[in-house]
């Protein structure tokens, strides 16, 4: 049976109330109080824009701006445009572009960014007044439009997407209305449950860069999969989960958001190392000494001489170097290596050795427990053997 992701149903919830401001028909009387609270501005209008785009508002009801701040987090999973969504509506437009005049445009009957868009690309000012007859003067307001959308005044969309293709959200606020299959409370908790795979995150393209080599979109999912077939321990595979996902906050990263910070290894001080992903847990010489002795206890424990690289050690890239029983110890190892290293945060020693073959010990305490229970103990029994001989 599944359980419910109360934290994804929640915010589906908050979600959900934000819709109410985009139908036209049957609004409930709280959406107009809350429409009145914040005066000139209308929640559509906020909507779409940008968080640097957006105005501030000082008597923004609580509620409202929790659900902003909600939106804010997941909208990428309810809106196809980028940098603006098709169902931005045409006045919303001033927000980002001072200069342009909306008054003319929505006298011609456009009230959306759809209605100036055609397979995703914004149409030419000449098929504009073609079709809407809008003044000549509206050029002035086309030119930074264009500028907007992108060099080749095509509105890009995430690599996921189709060009075209519309989100539900989006399409009630073009339309103002709902269609009787539109659950909103069901579809956007179902919305919310999924992820975006590593292989698509701007986190896979940044290993890329560091490894200097492009990981294939197969091998990503091969590590997940492969992994958590292998290792049954939950904080074991949250710290695979936390290393892949590039979770921990690297000297470099602090320093990009609080400029006072040093942006340099807090292990080497004399050598002044810039603290980046890869020195932090890999490159820095404190660590490298640590990394060896791993690498020298893994092929003692298992004769298997696996590569001495960051794509194994750290995101555990070795298909099928040896049998399971022994992938199992492997990733073990890596991975008590790595929470080692991450529970020493901003210490300025590497762990030793010595904690990393007790904390092991530790582990099989509960993988015995495990074993026991389990209708088939054979299938773990090598794993064991291996690291007691
Ligand atoms: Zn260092």
């Keep these: 049976m ?15 109330s934000l819709l109410s401001h985009l139908i036209k028909d049957k609004q409930p009387q709280w959406v107009v109080m809350e429409n009145r609270a914040i005066r000139l501005f209308q929640v559509p209008n906020l909507l779409w824009l940008h968080k640097k785009n957006r105005p501030t508002t000082p008597t923004m009801p609580s509620q409202l701006a929790l659900a902003l701040q909600v939106w804010e987090t997941h909208r990428t999973h309810f809106e196809t445009g ?31 960014l759809s209605h100036v868009c055609e397979a995703g690309k914004l149409m030419d000012f000449t098929r504009l007044r073609a079709i809407y007859d809008i003044p000549q003067t509206s050029q002035y307001s086309h030119i930074p439009l264009k500028s907007l959308l992108g060099k080749q005044s095509k509105v890009r969309m995430p690599d996921h997407r189709d060009p075209v293709e519309i989100s539900a959200w989006e399409k009630i606020r073009i339309s103002g209305k709902t269609s ?123 004769n298997t001489d696996i590569n001495f690289e960051p794509a194994t050690f750290l995101l555990l890239n070795f298909p099928n170097v040896a049998p399971a029983h022994k992938m199992k110890l492997i990733c073990h190892v890596l991975l008590t290596a790595q929470k080692l290293i991450a529970r020493s945060w901003k210490y300025t020693k590497a762990p030793n050795i010595q904690t990393l073959i007790q904390e092991i010990d530790k ?17 773990f029994l090598g794993t064991w053997e291996l690291w007691h001989s």
Aim: net charge positive; aromatic share 12%.
């Design 2 to 16: 599944a359980f419910p992701n109360v934290k994804a149903y929640y915010q589906a919830a908050v979600l959900t």
């Design 82 to 112: 980028c940098p603006l969504s098709m169902a931005t509506p045409i006045e919303a437009i001033t927000y980002c572009i001072p200069t342009f005049h909306a008054t003319p445009w929505k006298e011609k009957g456009i009230t959306h």
């Design 180 to 302: 009787p299959k539109f659950k909103p409370l069901s579809d956007c908790y179902k919305v919310l449950q999924t992820y975006t795979p590593l292989h698509k995150s701007p986190q896979a393209a940044n290993w890329h860069l560091d490894l200097e080599t492009k990981v294939p979109e197969g091998t990503w999912k091969h590590i997940i999969s492969s992994t958590r077939k292998l290792i049954k321990s939950a904080p074991l595979l949250e710290q695979h989960q936390k290393t892949l996902y590039r979770w921990y906050m690297v000297p470099t990263r602090i320093h990009k958001q609080y400029p006072h910070s040093s942006p340099l290894c807090w292990r080497c001080t004399q050598e002044q190392e810039q603290g980046t992903v890869m020195h932090i847990w890999w490159r820095c010489p404190q660590l490298a000494r640590f990394w060896k002795k791993v690498h020298k206890l893994i092929k003692r424990a298992t």
């Design 363 to 379: 582990q099989l305490i509960y993988e015995t427990y495990f074993i026991k229970t389990h209708p088939r103990p054979q299938r």
